[in-house]
């Protein structure tokens, strides 16, 4: 299964932007999806994860609060709704798949070596 991240671009500090990420080449439905950004010059960081099972949600501290990530297997795509969006949030976005979320705690997908392109989130005034 491929994943594509969009709907990025430029906010302004407090403002909200909704991330989509679709899949092609396959079903989502036995897949837990977990969003990740990579902000310049900085490690790349796992950010939440939704699980396939039971669609539970797992947050970076970073980001709780803030975004809210879902997934509609009808549409085979999953989503990241992100509010009060910070200058920190800077960064490109990626989506991917993983066997499952273990409880927030560990990204084995952090290790993947073919990201693609993601997409850019700019936040600045």
């Known amino acids: 299964v491929q994943l594509q991240a969009s709907g990025g671009g430029l906010v302004q500090p407090g403002g909200s932007l909704r991330l989509s990420c679709a899949a092609s080449g396959g079903t989502l439905d036995y897949y837990s999806i977990a969003w990740f950004r990579q902000a310049p010059g900085k490690a790349r960081e796992a950010i939440s994860c939704?699980?396939?099972?039971?669609?539970?949600?797992y947050y970076a501290d970073s980001v709780k609060g803030r975004f809210t990530t879902s997934r509609d297997n009808a549409e085979n795509a999953a989503y990241l709704q992100m509010n009060s969006l910070e200058v920190e949030d800077t960064a490109v976005y990626y989506c991917?798949?993983?066997?499952?979320?273990?409880?927030?705690?560990?990204?084995?997908?952090?290790?993947?070596?073919?990201w693609g392109p993601g997409t850019q989130v700019t936040v600045s005034s």
């Open positions: 939704i699980s396939h099972t039971d669609g539970s949600t």
């Open positions: 991917a798949t993983e066997d499952e979320c273990f409880g927030g705690l560990y990204y084995p997908a952090i290790f993947n070596a073919d």
